[in-house]
């Protein structure tokens, strides 16, 4: 964790030890590690933020913390060790730095690097801002400014440029000539850098930011009341888009983000998800950037885009000022609906929260209210659900109103994650709840469900903690009346409930099942149950403010205002009380082994007791003092105490040695209100909290050493030790419990147990097991029937869908006949376009020709005209380059002349000023000697006369100084027009480069003109090789067209030929058609034959079963009557044996009597029964057997259609074929016709009748037929008699299948004998006997030849009529052929239709 290198102090014992004097520093004392914090500041503004899609950001006393969801692990940042508390929050907009406002003497602004682990960066500060704390501050867009607003009494805004610590400005938030009052929040634009805003009691405000800070613009609010604005927001352009407005903006709320930053933050952290983001459109500006700006004024605002800002206020109205004006006010969601918090919702609207939990969500509209409420929804405050899901208790006093949650709480932080699907709310009341937004929009209210962070937080101060032996578990009690258990294994609230009264004081059983808890009215000692905090047992002892369990747990103590009571905890009775504190008892202790008790009071005494005889041991009094905490050493000799003393004003940490005498002091600076013994030496430390909300751990044995941890926000109430010393937790004023982990003298863990080394049994009452029971059993039952429903349900779901299949199939084979017809008349309509495209392909190649003939001719002139222009523009660029030369030389030689005038004069003028100078100086010396020789000569008159040549000389030295300046003045015009001859000069070098610049632009064009000359050139070949190949292309097509024309008149011939064949042809498909339709008719006869007939073998079969179920019932009473008789003959024979007894054969025949007659009219059904129930079962499984066969069966029929079909098919292809050999075959007979014809009119017509030549093709057994003149052409008949035989075969090979289906029938009827035999054996010995009884298998077996006999009769009449059909078939077509010139082709519909 990022914590910084703890304070490390020490103080040094001398004389009568008592350290009282120097304060040094020592080694470093590392003996505390946060680990985990239980608890939130719900007062900070803008409390919540998110760091990536895993981790949540928020404050908590004196700390943040960085959350992480998944792992429930957590961070911590440590706060200001001389901050008095945190106020507020910012993040940076690429999410890499945290801005954290603290309270102090001097507000404070901690700017820290979350991208190195914390790092503490800069610390902000102004003298200007004259307030103790920053109420709300906010990031620029780029990062690099901070905007905050400073508290009272002046709340004045400060601009900082943080990373060079530097304050840009300081104005006052009100308006001019308005009275002072609260700010809410500031807030930056994200999309326009250069302006700010804030919102407060009675004032909206916007600030231009410029270089000296911040400059207030005129009021959006015109001449509207004001009343008390809470919060504001400014939102991205795309959610303003029903505006008509196009810049882009981000919302402004520093607890949103806009989508680049969410980009920035995925970057930083690798833990968000791949997501599509927009980009922008234009690049992200600078803070100086905007600030050049500000001179443009208002155009240049305008230019800016439209900004749309969201402004609520305490009862709940919404401004929606845009540009600088109000342009709608959307009403209250509802009463008392005030609003504390607006964010930006991605593009689509807005979010806000406040009173009562509420969150409403808007949207953007078209109309002139611009946005619209769409959803509402309310975070559970009141709702039953405890932490983690569970289920909270309450006490008898719950349904009064009493609820986990306390009073309605409000919704002050609100932030989106990084990908807009989750929505974190920060209450007032401490809580933090989490809500997903993925559904919202199809979810109602009552569906949305919220979820803890991590789970439910004490909303008030915490008066008391305490730690568990045996499990991993820690009780608190706080002000808000709740009493929470925590896991501190799993980072979790195990159970919680809310009491009526204040609890003051709770501690924990060493066994975890209990837990004794000091209300205000009396002492509770509770039991805990798997869900609940049941008490038991009451005690009267009203504000109890310590209580503890003994190590043991058989006792424990509770203090009752300067007395300490002492309880059996298994007979809850009083076994003796501790009297002798003179005040209030503060604390109170057992020692390691429970043979003594220490306790401290407001008295200034320390006592040592004794349970067993309750007298006390041993004692220290010191008036003056109030000592807050004592505690016992391990081994119990030394007894350690802190208070405050009232006589030296310090606040001291005391060590008394095993006669209670003191031996060491401490002067520790802070009030320290409790310490913590370790039970063992190993970590060598005693731990104390101080009411700053520190945590100190001091070297032990006592050196003055220690570390300082500031992790709480107000003062400590209590801290505690687990079992181990593994653990330490501290319980804060400020609702916050966090847990350290403790280490040892060497830097190691001292936490090694886990899970399995604690026990884990539960109390459950026996009421609350028997309800669990019922429900169980209740819950089973209706998983019982709704699985009945379910099957139903799918039965009938079943049997719907396969008629809509059905359905389905029907109507798609009527849309497949229509599309075939349709499919036609699209074929037919295809050849009529194909004629209308040739027609116009052939107009459009004339009028293509056209157009390339007077492109070229238009090509030709551009040409002529591209020659004559370049021509001319050669001859522009030959005198411009004669123009150019000529200038150039012409200067040159102009400034060389110049250059050497001016030489020579400056030369001549240097000569001059020399030989001036050189004759000044020659005079100067020889006055300076004429003076030497007057001085030296007049020493009497020295006096008069050097005052005399002093004058003359002062004269001479004057006009000499005159001379200097006008020589100095001359050179200094001179030098000036030297410079502006140099300036004349460049001036001219320059106008020569550029007319270089010039010509060499000129020739630039002349190349681009030449390109596009050579381009033209290029361009005007390839049209001509264009137009060559469009020619030849024509010509080809020309061609072609001519032979399509021949071809198509041979078609058409040929058509008329074809259709002459067609007419007979179709009169027999017709017939064959008829013919088709008779086999059908007769096929459905004897399907519904054989339907009939299964039918009846169903009827027998349920007869046979009658019968053997008659059967079963006869052979058991003939069995019963024969072993009945039998018994009967064996007890008379003995009782025939009694005849010579008389009283001794009536005994018999009494018993004989009671025997066969009494006990004979009770017939035992048992068997009966069994074998009734067997024989259902039977039956059933053989049913369902039968079922399976019949689906079979009709699987391998479809099988047999599906060979139908395909040999159907098959069929097709084949007369195709034998069509296409028709056709082979016709004109190579016209084409032997053709040639005989020519012979016969080369010879003659004697010739002719000689002609006697066969066409007969080589087929056996068919006779050639000769060619006589005036005959017709001989034809056979072949083709058609194998066309017939082929079909005969293919119906003789659809009898042959449905044969075979029939013998499947035969089959699966002998299957479901057989299987009704193996049914009726399986009955009983009886049943098997009745089974093999030959009358019955001859019954059985005569059944069935007679069923095969009839099939195969009805197989051989089937065949018979096909073979009948088709020869009368055959003798039709050799008939028709015989007549007709040549056979017609069979189309392929009509084949599909025959077959």
Not at 325 to 336: F, K, T, W, Y
Not at 765 to 774: F, Q, V
């Amino acid at each position: 964790p990022p914590w910084p290198s703890p304070s490390v102090h020490w103080r040094r014992t001398a004389g009568p030890r008592v350290d009282r004097g120097c304060n040094s520093r020592m080694a470093a004392l590392n003996v505390l590690e946060p680990r985990h914090v239980f608890g939130a500041k719900g007062d900070v503004r803008a409390n919540v933020h998110y760091l990536d899609e895993t981790t949540v950001l928020y404050a908590a006393g004196n700390q943040i913390v960085l959350h992480h969801v998944e792992s429930n692990t957590q961070r911590f940042v440590p706060g200001a060790p001389d901050a008095e508390g945190i106020t507020a929050l910012a993040l940076s907009p690429n999410r890499k730095f945290l801005a954290i406002a603290e309270r102090g003497e001097k507000a404070t602004i901690s700017v820290l690097d979350l991208t190195t682990h914390a790092k503490r960066r800069k610390v902000l500060s102004s003298a200007e801002v004259n307030a103790k704390e920053y109420v709300s501050l906010s990031f620029s867009p780029d990062g690099k400014s901070i905007v905050a607003c400073g508290g009272g009494p002046e709340w004045n805004v400060v601009v900082f440029r943080w990373e060079k610590l530097r304050c840009v400005g300081v104005v006052p938030a009100r308006a001019p000539n308005a009275p002072v009052a609260p700010v809410r929040e500031i807030m930056w634009n994200p999309s326009e850098p250069s302006t700010a805003s804030l919102v407060g009691v009675g004032s909206f405000r916007i600030f231009k930011m410029t270089e000296t800070g911040a400059r207030p613009m005129p009021s959006a609010l015109g001449k509207r009341n004001a009343g008390a604005f809470t919060a504001h927001c400014w939102l991205p352009t795309e959610a303003t888009g029903a505006t008509g407005t196009g810049t882009e903006s981000n919302p402004g709320n520093n607890n949103t983000r806009n989508k680049e930053s969410e980009r920035g933050a995925a970057g930083q952290t690798g833990d968000g998800k791949e997501r599509k983001e927009k980009e922008s459109g234009k690049k992200e500006k600078t803070h100086d950037d905007h600030k050049k700006k500000d001179g443009k004024g208002a155009d240049g605002d305008k230019q800016s885009g439209t900004q749309v800002c969201v402004v609520a206020d305490d009862a709940g109205e919404l401004l929606i000022v845009e540009n600088g004006e109000v342009r709608a006010v959307l009403p209250s969601p509802g009463l008392h609906s005030g609003i504390d918090v607006v964010v930006a919702h991605g593009t689509k609207g807005f979010i806000c929260g406040g009173e009562h939990g509420k969150i409403y969500m808007y949207e953007k509209t078209d109309d002139q209210q611009m946005f619209k409420l769409v959803k509402t929804f309310s975070v559970p405050i009141f709702s039953e659900s405890g932490p983690d899901g569970r289920n909270e208790s309450r006490s008898t006093q719950a349904s009064e109103g009493h609820h986990v949650g306390g009073a309605s709480a409000r919704i002050k932080s609100l932030t989106l994650s990084p990908s807009e699907e989750t929505l974190v709310c920060g209450l007032q009341n401490n809580q933090i709840y989490v809500v997903d937004l993925v559904d919202a929009d199809i979810l109602k209210e009552e569906e949305m469900q919220f979820e803890m962070l991590s789970s439910a937080f004490h909303e008030k101060g915490i008066c008391g903690i305490d730690a568990c032996v045996k499990k991993p578990l820690v009780a608190t009690c706080s002000s808000d009346k709740t009493v929470r258990i925590w896991n501190y294994l799993d980072m979790s609230c195990e159970l919680a409930k809310e009491f009526p009264e204040e609890a003051l004081s709770v501690s924990f059983h060493p066994s975890g099942l209990h837990v004794l808890v000091g209300f205000t009215d009396k002492l509770r000692l509770c039991n805990l149950l798997l869900d609940d905090i049941r008490p038991y047992k009451e005690f009267p002892i009203k504000n109890c403010a310590e209580c503890c369990f003994s190590n043991g747990g058989h006792l424990f103590a509770a203090v009752n205002g300067s007395v300490v009571m002492v309880y059996d905890a298994y007979t809850c009775e009083n076994v003796g009380n501790f009297r002798g504190h003179g005040g209030r008892v503060t604390s109170v202790s057992w020692g390691l082994d429970d043979q003594t008790i220490v306790s401290a009071g407001v008295d200034g005494a320390v006592y040592e007791w004794t349970p067993k005889t309750f007298a006390r041991n041993k004692e220290n009094v010191k008036k003056g003092t109030e000592y807050l905490c004592a505690v016992q050493s391990v081994d119990g000799e030394n007894a350690y105490a802190v208070g405050f003393d009232a006589v030296t004003k310090t606040s001291v940490l005391r060590e008394f040695d095993m006669t209670h005498q003191l031996v060491r002091e401490i002067d520790t600076e802070v009030l320290l209100t409790q310490i913590a013994m370790p039970r063992s030496a190993k970590t060598g430390a005693l731990f104390a909290a101080s009411a700053g909300g520190s945590v100190r751990a001091y070297r032990f044995p006592l050196t003055g050493e220690f570390q300082t941890l500031d992790c709480h926000g107000a003062s400590i109430s209590q801290i505690v030790l687990s079992h181990d010393d593994s653990t330490l937790f501290v319980a804060s004023n400020d609702g916050c419990v966090s847990v350290f982990d403790v280490k040892d003298k060497d830097g190691a863990s001292l936490r090694g147990r886990g899970k399995d080394a604690f026990s884990e049994e539960v109390l459950v009452t026996k009421a609350d097991m028997e309800e669990t029971l019922s429900k169980t059993s209740a819950l089973e039952m209706r998983v019982a029937e709704l699985t009945l429903e379910n099957e139903q349900e799918l039965r009938a779901h079943t049997t719907n869908m396969n008629l809509k299949i059905k359905d389905l199939t029907e109507k798609f084979t009527a849309e497949l006949e229509g599309d075939k017809a349709r499919f036609e008349t699209l074929a037919q309509s295809k050849n009529e376009q194909e004629l209308q495209f040739e027609t116009d392909l052939k107009s459009a190649e004339d009028v293509a020709s056209s157009q390339a003939a007077d492109t070229e001719q238009g090509y030709s002139r551009k040409m002529l005209a591209e020659v004559e222009r370049y021509q001319a523009l050669v001859c522009e660029r030959d005198l411009l380059n004669e123009k150019w030369d000529e200038q150039n030389a012409a200067l040159a030689e102009r400034h060389e002349r110049v250059v050497h005038e001016l030489t020579e004069e400056f030369a001549g003028k240097l000569r001059e000023e020399v030989r001036l100078r050189e004759k000044m100086r020659r005079k100067l010396d020889l006055g300076t000697r004429e003076s030497d020789t007057v001085i030296d000569q007049m020493e009497e008159d020295m006096d008069l006369e050097v005052l005399e040549i002093k004058q003359k000389y002062e004269l001479r030295l004057a006009e000499a100084r005159d001379v200097g300046l006008r020589l100095k003045g001359e050179n200094g015009i001179m030098k000036k027009k030297f410079n502006q001859l140099q300036k004349d000069i460049h001036e001219q070098k320059e106008t020569i480069l550029g007319l270089g610049d010039d010509k060499k632009q000129l020739r630039q064009t002349i190349g681009d003109l030449e390109k596009d000359l050579t381009g033209l050139r290029k361009e005007l070949w390839d049209r001509d090789d264009t137009i060559g190949d469009k020619e030849r292309r024509i010509y080809d097509l020309k061609k072609k067209t001519q032979e399509l024309e021949k071809f198509k008149f041979v078609l058409d011939y040929k058509i008329k030929q074809l259709k002459k064949q067609i007419e007979p042809r179709e009169l027999d498909v017709a017939d064959m058609k008829t013919t088709i339709k008779q086999m059908d008719h007769e096929l459905e006869k004897y399907h519904k034959s054989n339907a009939y007939l299964e039918l009846s073998i169903t009827d027998l079969k349920h007869k046979l079963v009658g019968v053997h179920k008659d059967e079963v019932k006869q052979r058991e009473l003939v069995t019963s009557h024969k072993s009945q008789i039998k018994s009967f003959q064996a007890d008379l024979h003995e009782t025939s044996r009694q005849t010579l007894y008389p009283k001794k054969l009536a005994a018999s025949v009494n018993a004989l009597y009671q025997k066969h007659v009494t006990s004979g009219s009770v017939v035992d059904n048992g068997l009966d029964e069994d074998v009734q129930k067997e024989f259902q079962r039977q039956r059933l499984f053989l049913e369902k057997t039968i079922e399976n066969l019949k689906r079979k069966l009709a699987k391998d029929v479809e099988g047999h259609r599906s060979d139908v079909a395909r040999v159907l098919g098959e069929n097709v292809v084949l007369l195709k074929e034998v069509n296409e050999l028709r056709r082979e075959s016709k004109l190579a007979k016209q084409r032997q016709k053709a040639q005989l014809v020519t012979s016969a009119g080369n010879h003659g017509g004697a010739h002719r009748s000689q002609l006697g030549v066969g066409f007969s093709e080589e087929t056996p057994g068919d006779p050639a037929v000769s060619l006589t003149p005036g005959s017709k052409v001989p034809r056979e008949i072949d083709f058609s008699a194998d066309v017939a035989r082929e079909l005969e075969q293919l119906r003789v090979s659809l009898a042959e299948a449905r044969l075979d289906i029939q013998i499947k029938n035969a089959q699966v009827r002998e299957l479901e004998k057989s299987a009704g035999a193996g049914r009726t054996g399986a009955t009983g010995g009886d049943v098997q006997d009745r089974a093999n009884d030959p009358d019955l298998e001859a019954a059985v077996s005569a059944m069935a030849m007679r069923q095969a006999e009839n099939e195969e009769k009805a197989a051989t009449k089937i065949q018979a009529m096909h073979r009948g059909n088709a020869a009368r078939r055959e003798v039709d077509a050799m008939r028709q052929e015989a007549q007709a010139e040549e056979p017609p082709p069979l189309d392929k519909e009509d084949s599909l239709g025959a077959m």
